[in-house]
T-cell receptor
Framework: ETGVTQTPRHLVMGMTNKKSLKCEQH?????MYWYKQSAKKPLELMFV???????ENNSVPSRFSPECPNSSHLFLHLHTLQPEDSALYLC??????????????FGPGTRLTVL | QKEVEQDPGPLSVPEGAIVSLNCTYS??????FMWYRQYSRKGPELLMY????GNKEDGRFTAQVDKSSKYISLFIRDSQPSDSATYLC?????????????????FGQGTILTVHP
C-alpha cells in the first residue's frame, strides 16, 4: 500500500448505528486531518492531529469522535448521525505540521450515506 | 464574504483549448497557494504549489499568483479529455499570522471542468 488509504470506501448507516472510518498513511508524515466534502461546498476541515495530539477541532459536533493512536493511523467514530452528515469524508496527511505551505496528501475518501 | 471565492462552473471546453481557472481571496496573510485536482470518486491530488507572487510552470500547467490583487490562476494548455476533473484552489498562511492557523488550508469550492473530444 502506498500513500493514504481509507476504509471503507462506501458506508450506509442508520441514524442509530455506530460505525468507524479508518485512515492509514504510508508516507511517514507527522500530521493527519479529517475533512468533510459536501456537494457545492468547499472542503471543511474537521480535525487536525500533530504527532498524535489533536491540535484543532473545527467546532465539530460530538457525534463525530476522532482517534489517533499513532502518527500513521486515524479513525473517525460515528454515532447517532443525521442525514445532513451524508458526505464524502476525506483523510489527509502532511510531513511537517504547523508550517506554512505544508502540503497535504489526500486519501480516496469514504462516501457516507446516513438514512 | 467567503475567504476564498472560486467559480464552481461547470466549465466545458473542446480538446486543445487553453483553460483558465481562478480564485480570489480576502486574507492578505495567505502566502502559500496550491491547486488540487480531484477526479470523480477520488480524493484531491496536489497539482501545483507556489509561494508568494509569481508564476510556476509544470508541463502544460501554469500557476500564477498576484498577491496585490489577491488573485490566483491556473492555466492548462492543450487541454485533454483526461484533464476533466474538479479543480480546487487552496491556500495557507505562515504560522498563525493574520488569523490563519497552523496546518490549515482554506479551500475554494472547486471548479468542475469537462474537456470534450
Amino acid at each position: 500500500e502506498t500513500g493514504v488509504t481509507q476504509t471503507p470506501r462506501h458506508l450506509v448507516m442508520g441514524m442509530t448505528n455506530k460505525k468507524s472510518l479508518k485512515c492509514e498513511q504510508h508516507l511517514g508524515h507527522n500530521a493527519m486531518y479529517w475533512y468533510k466534502q459536501s456537494a457545492k461546498k468547499p472542503l471543511e476541515l474537521m480535525f487536525v492531529y500533530n504527532f498524535k495530539e489533536q491540535t484543532e477541532n473545527n467546532s465539530v459536533p460530538s457525534r463525530f469522535s476522532p482517534e489517533c493512536p499513532n502518527s500513521s493511523h486515524l479513525f473517525l467514530h460515528l454515532h447517532t448521525l443525521q442525514p445532513e452528515d451524508s458526505a464524502l469524508y476525506l483523510c489527509a496527511s502532511s510531513p511537517q505540521p504547523g508550517q506554512g505551505g505544508d502540503t497535504q496528501y489526500f486519501g480516496p475518501g469514504t462516501r457516507l450515506t446516513v438514512l | 464574504q467567503k475567504e476564498v471565492e472560486q467559480d464552481p462552473g461547470p466549465l466545458s471546453v473542446p480538446e486543445g483549448a487553453i483553460v483558465s481557472l481562478n480564485c480570489t481571496y480576502s486574507n492578505s496573510a495567505f502566502q502559500y497557494f496550491m491547486w488540487y485536482r480531484q477526479y470523480s470518486r477520488k480524493g484531491p491530488e496536489l497539482l501545483m504549489y507556489t509561494y508568494s507572487s509569481g508564476n510556476k510552470e509544470d508541463g502544460r500547467f501554469t500557476a500564477q499568483v498576484d498577491k496585490s490583487s489577491k488573485y490566483i490562476s491556473l492555466f492548462i494548455r492543450d487541454s485533454q479529455p483526461s484533464d476533466s476533473a474538479t479543480y480546487l484552489c487552496a491556500m495557507s498562511g505562515q504560522g498563525n499570522a493574520g488569523g490563519t492557523s497552523y496546518g490549515k488550508l482554506t479551500f475554494g469550492q472547486g471548479t468542475i471542468l469537462t474537456v470534450h473530444p
